[in-house]
Every structure is written in structure tokens, then in C-alpha cells.
């Protein structure tokens, strides 16, 4: 395993390059990982005067990143800290904690921070494995794509049957399985060997990912618009009516900015007048435009997978209509 990174002193000492690779061996449970399915990248974000970095991490791989935090968007779960301001991280000292606790004497307002992190690929740069005799669909897209198996992490994939093919129907937030797949996309094989079943992947993820730490499946995606549309439907229709899964997740700045209000509402002592009503009037309403007062719920996956979204035409207009209007009415006229 080769790294190039740099510390407070330049280059990483024998110890501290030690430290680093035991860090990333410790993440995928002493499992040798190929330089080639990771990146070795930094990110940055200014941090304000005691505030917090607000990261869920375990053993230094990140878990969740909360909606408030400075990293939002920049860390992603599965990120392995190695470095925070060119200093090794390190459980006994120099613990990120300790090392903030330096800037909030050093700076009295805002501060630039800096990590230099492990991140698994979510795809492999070789070509595709198809199990024997596997023919292409015409409208599909085939890649490889990885499976890392990381401590603390759980799997989180929720798999379904279709026309004796195995798509991913959803994936748990934070979960190895968000790293790597898509709603939708169709798990064609695992190493080269072909899935028909979703017991049989739940096996070959398995006995992939404890042998080496990871896993290179080959997956489908439509990149046709009937294909999209027809994978869309199929998803739709695949769920149990009976299940009390519930995929739709409140994001967390959503829950709280709902709990400010309900705390608002509790000191009202009037009932507040109402957004959605409208004065009656003798003047005949326009039936051309009519807007439902009900709110109604529809199960649509909050992960969905934009691959899957289809453009929409172009408005019509009375400019873009005027050669059919023409030619139907030559029609009539005839």
C-alpha cells in the first residue's frame, strides 16, 4: 500500500506512515484493499469558534454527516480520517478534539480546517464481468461497480425479484449499500458470477466482501427513456401493499424545523387563520385551473435515482401547434 500524504512536518515520518496505513487496514477489518479502489483526498470547510464538526464517526470512518455540519456535502460515509491540519490522527493524542481545542485558542472567529481522508471508489475502472451466455439488452448501460465491506457499517440494501432479474429497490441512509448502488439499478452478477435471486446476492455479497474486504459487481442501468420509464413502473408495482417498510425518510432540518413550529403553535391561544382560505365570490371560477386544498401522500423514494428521470418534451404553444392546426384543418377542408 503506497500513500502520499503530507504532515506538520512534510512528509509522514516511518511512525506516523504506520499509523496511517494500520488506520485504513483497521477500517476494512484487516483486509488489504488495492490502491486503485481508493482516492486519497482532502477536503476543507471553515469552522466558527466553538463549534463542532458535527460527524458521526467510528474508529475514525465517517457514518453520518448531520444536516448543520461544515462538512455537509464534502464528507461522505465510509470517508476514513487520516489527517486534520497536516496532523495525524490518533486515538491516544492528537485526537480531533484535542486539536480543535488548539484553534479555538489560536482564532476568535472563524477558522479553515482540512482533512485528508481514505475514500472507497464507488467504481472500478475495469470492464464489466457477465456471467456465461448473458446477452446485452439494447436501451441498458453496463458497469462495474464496488462493494467495500467497512467496520461499524452495516449493509442496508433492499433488493427485489422483477422479471427474473434482481434490482435494487432501496438503500438505507449511511449504509455500505448507499455508497455504491442505485434505486433501480439491476445487479446483473458478483465477480463474474451470474444473480438470479436475492438470497443467492445476499450469499455472493457476503462471501466476497469477508473473503477481501470488497466486491466488484456488474450492474445494469437504462439510458433509454421507454427503458427508464419501464423500469420506473416496474418499481412501482414491486411493492408489497401488506409491508410496513416505509421508505420515505423527514429530512433532519425538516424535523427540526417542524418541532420549532409545533413548540410555536403550543402558545397559541387563538386558532391561527388559515393560509388556504379563500374569500367566496359571486364571479363565476375558472375551471381551466383547479388546485387540490387536500395534501395527498405518494410512496416515492426519497434516494430516487436521477438516472431514472426522464425529459420531459418541450411546452406546446400556439406558434410550436400552428403547422398541425394547418394541416388538420387541410385535412377537413379536403
Known amino acids: 500500500m503506497s500513500l502520499r500524504l503530507k504532515t506538520m512536518t512534510g512528509e509522514p515520518d516511518l511512525v506516523e ?12 477489518e484487516e483486509k488489504l484493499i488495492p490502491m486503485e479502489h481508493l482516492d486519497i483526498i482532502s477536503v476543507q470547510a471553515s469552522l466558527k469558534r466553538l463549534e463542532g464538526l458535527s460527524l458521526g464517526t467510528k474508529r475514525f470512518v465517517v457514518s453520518s454527516t448531520h444536516y448543520d455540519s461544515p462538512f455537509q456535502g464534502k ?76 467496520r461499524g ?37 458478483v465477480e463474474g458470477e451470474g444473480v438470479a435471486s436475492c438470497g443467492q446476492l445476499g450469499k455472493l455479497l457476503k462471501r466476497a466482501t469477508d473473503s477481501k474486504g470488497f466486491v466488484i459487481c456488474t450492474v445494469e442501468t437504462p439510458v433509454e427513456d421507454r427503458m427508464k420509464n419501464y423500469i420506473r413502473v ?15 425518510r423527514i429530512p433532519e432540518d425538516v424535523q427540526a424545523l417542524a418541532k420549532q413550529a409545533v413548540e410555536i403553535l403550543k402558545n397559541v391561544k387563538e386558532e391561527p387563520t388559515s393560509i388556504m382560505t379563500v374569500k367566496k365570490t359571486k364571479s363565476k371560477r375558472d375551471k381551466s385551473l383547479v388546485m387540490s386544498e387536500k395534501v395527498v401522500e405518494t410512496d416515492i423514494l426519497s434516494e430516487w435515482n436521477s438516472c431514472l428521470f426522464v425529459k420531459l418534451p418541450p411546452a406546446k404553444t400556439l406558434e410550436s401547434e400552428a403547422a398541425a392546426r394547418a394541416a388538420l384543418s387541410a385535412m377537413k377542408n379536403q
Open 17 to 28: 506512515h504506520q499509523v496511517i496505513k494500520q488506520r485504513i487496514l483497521d477500517a476494512f
Open 75 to 150: 464528507l461522505k460515509t465510509g470517508d476514513i480520517l487520516l489527517t486534520l491540519n497536516n496532523t495525524t490522527l490518533n486515538d491516544m493524542i492528537n485526537h480531533p478534539r484535542d486539536i480543535l481545542s488548539k484553534l479555538y485558542e489560536k482564532h476568535m472567529d472563524k477558522y479553515p480546517i482540512t482533512f485528508s481522508i481514505c475514500r472507497p471508489k464507488r467504481k472500478c475502472k475495469k470492464p464489466p464481468l457477465f456471467p456465461k451466455g448473458f446477452q446485452k439488452t439494447e436501451g441498458f448501460d453496463y458497469e462495474s461497480k464496488i462493494l467495500f465491506k467497512l
Open 153 to 189: 457499517i452495516k449493509m442496508g440494501l433492499d433488493a427485489k425479484e422483477i422479471d427474473k432479474k434482481v434490482y435494487v429497490y432501496h438503500t438505507v441512509e449511511n449504509t455500505l449499500a448507499s455508497m455504491t448502488f442505485s434505486v433501480g439499478e439491476c445487479i446483473v452478477a
Open 234 to 248: 416496474k418499481l412501482g408495482a414491486a411493492k408489497d401493499p401488506a409491508s410496513k417498510f416505509v421508505p420515505v
